[in-house]
């Protein structure tokens, strides 16, 4: 089972820092990739970074690369994504999603390729 709990996101100023984190309440992350998506206004909704749980793979757009680190704490399954150097272009609700099975590189953006949501949190980069 997998039920994803999304913490973190609130009101930042640009160039600050912010932590998302996304917890599994539902079980165990294995071979599950968690991937993170946003959607600002009137946009459809983005890839962001992914995390292949099973071999502990990052993965980023380029937009993020260099300012957002994801992490994990396998005591809570959990992924982090640490965001660093924040814009006001950063700013959207961000979703956290897992899938049921390894996914491969190129499959990573496509948000129809995650079987889990959760349930979105604000993110504004505003000064």
């Known amino acids: 089972q997998v039920q994803l709990i999304i913490s973190g996101g609130g009101l930042v100023q640009p160039g600050g820092s912010l932590r998302l984190s996304c917890a599994n309440s539902?079980?165990?992350?294995?071979?599950?990739?968690v991937g993170w998506f946003r959607q600002a206004p009137g946009k459809d909704r983005e890839f962001v970074a992914a995390?292949?749980?099973?071999?502990?793979?990052?993965h980023y757009t380029d937009s993020v690369k260099g300012r957002f680190t994801l992490s994990r704490d396998r005591a809570k399954n959990t992924v982090h994504l640490q965001m660093n150097s924040l814009m006001p272009e950063d700013t959207a609700v961000y979703y956290c999603?897992?899938?049921?099975?390894?996914?491969?590189?190129?499959?990573?953006?496509?948000?129809?390729?995650?079987?889990?949501w959760g349930q979105g949190t604000q993110v504004t980069v505003s000064s």
């Open positions: 995390f292949r749980w099973g071999e502990g793979s990052t």
């Open positions: 539902g079980g165990t992350f294995s071979r599950h990739t």
């Open positions: 999603a897992a899938s049921n099975s390894r996914l491969i590189v190129s499959s990573l953006r496509d948000r129809a390729n995650y079987d889990h």
